[in-house]
């Protein structure tokens, strides 16, 4: 650590020669520079500025340059996390409950959304934050990961997840309209739904890789996460882990309480009125 005031320098506890510099001078005081070694700052630069604006002083303490940066961003990002993540469940089961008039459905696309973010944060954690697979890829890693790119990526790949349960939803209700049979209707409309969910999936997740081949590690992040989502999330999730839930719930999956059942009734237009 190295603190520079108008007495002159000292590093490491001890004084650096040199004369003493003015500039650290004012009218009605003086005002210290301190800067930190760059192994703490390595180990924990977020965490070392919230202790240094927590130490007590009777004098104002101003923290900056990126890390400082960096820290009141997150802060700002995450303080609003709670809230919009409420928000975009909430008008999640809004919407597929006027689609589907359950709130089975809502809940099960909700959990298995959580799933597919799970895999994309879990990639982004173990190549870009933790450097495995650094030397394949080609990129140095920094321990740390720029917040507006998991953001980014969030809205992404729920969006594209939302996709494929509304198109396997909608053929899934037709074919249980249409025959009355919650179990057979399940594979009837995955059979109709999944050649557009797998073509779909397979452009954009190759569309999504070609930004792997770049050298900006932000644009690596967004290519090898997303890519890695969309393949997961419309193989696993949408072809296995769909169809099984729905064939273990039977006709639960279009249950809904009878106020509800009600509400959706005056809410919602069938296929078969239009």
């Given at each position: 650590?190295r603190?520079?005031?108008?007495?002159?320098?000292?590093?490491?506890g001890?004084?650096?020669?040199?004369?003493?510099d003015?500039?650290?001078?004012?009218?009605r005081?003086?005002?210290?520079?301190?800067?930190?070694?760059?192994?703490?700052?390595?180990a924990?630069?977020?965490?070392?500025?919230?202790?240094?604006?927590?130490v007590?002083?009777?004098?104002?303490?101003?923290?900056?340059?990126y890390?400082?940066?960096?820290?009141?961003?997150?802060?700002?990002?995450?303080?609003r996390?709670?809230l919009?993540g409420?928000?975009?469940?909430?008008?999640?089961?809004?919407?597929?409950?006027?689609?589907?008039?359950?709130?089975?459905?809502?809940?099960?696309?909700?959990?298995?959304?959580?799933?597919?973010?799970?895999?994309?944060?879990?990639a982004?954690?173990?190549?870009?934050?933790?450097?495995?697979?650094?030397?394949?890829?080609?990129?140095?890693?920094?321990?740390?990961?720029?917040?507006?790119?998991?953001?980014?990526?969030?809205?992404?790949?729920?969006?594209?997840?939302?996709?494929?349960?509304?198109?396997?939803?909608?053929?899934?209700?037709?074919?249980?309209?249409?025959?009355?049979?919650?179990?057979?209707?399940?594979?009837?409309?995955?059979?109709?739904?999944?050649?557009?969910?797998?073509?779909?999936?397979?452009?954009?997740?190759?569309?999504?890789?070609?930004?792997?081949?770049?050298?900006?590690?932000f644009?690596?992040?967004?290519?090898?996460?997303?890519?890695?989502?969309?393949a997961?999330?419309?193989?696993?999730i949408?072809?296995?882990?769909v169809p099984?839930?729905?064939?273990?719930?039977?006709?639960?999956?279009?249950?809904?309480?009878?106020?509800?059942?009600?509400?959706?009734?005056?809410?919602?237009?069938?296929?078969?009125?239009?």
């Amino acid at each position: 650590m190295r603190v520079d005031s108008a007495a002159g320098s000292c590093a490491d506890g001890r004084p650096v020669p040199g004369p003493a510099d003015t500039r650290f001078a004012a009218a009605r005081g003086t005002w210290l520079s301190v800067v930190v070694a760059s192994d703490r700052l390595d180990a924990d630069a977020p965490g070392l500025v919230r202790q240094v604006r927590a130490v007590p002083a009777p004098f104002a303490v101003e923290v900056g340059g990126y890390p400082a940066e960096l820290t009141d961003y997150r802060d700002g990002v995450t303080a609003r996390l709670p809230l919009i993540g409420l928000l975009i469940v909430l008008v999640t089961f809004v919407v597929l409950f006027v689609m589907t008039g359950s709130v089975v459905a809502p809940l099960r696309a909700s959990a298995l959304n959580l799933l597919s973010l799970s895999v994309m944060f879990g990639a982004l954690v173990f190549v870009f934050q933790d450097g495995h697979l650094s030397g394949l890829l080609g990129f140095t890693p920094t321990g740390s990961i720029e917040p507006s790119i998991p953001i980014l990526m969030f809205c992404v790949a729920y969006g594209l997840s939302m996709d494929y349960e509304v198109f396997l939803l909608a053929r899934i209700k037709e074919e249980w309209r249409r025959t009355g049979d919650a179990l057979a209707s399940v594979p009837a409309g995955i059979a109709r739904s999944a050649p557009l969910v797998t073509a779909a999936a397979a452009i954009l997740a190759a569309s999504f890789a070609a930004y792997a081949t770049g050298r900006v590690v932000f644009l690596r992040q967004l290519g090898v996460g997303m890519a890695l989502t969309v393949a997961v999330d419309a193989t696993l999730i949408r072809g296995v882990l769909v169809p099984v839930l729905m064939r273990l719930a039977g006709a639960a999956n279009w249950w809904a309480p009878a106020p509800l059942r009600r509400l959706h009734r005056r809410l919602a237009v069938s296929e078969y009125e239009m």
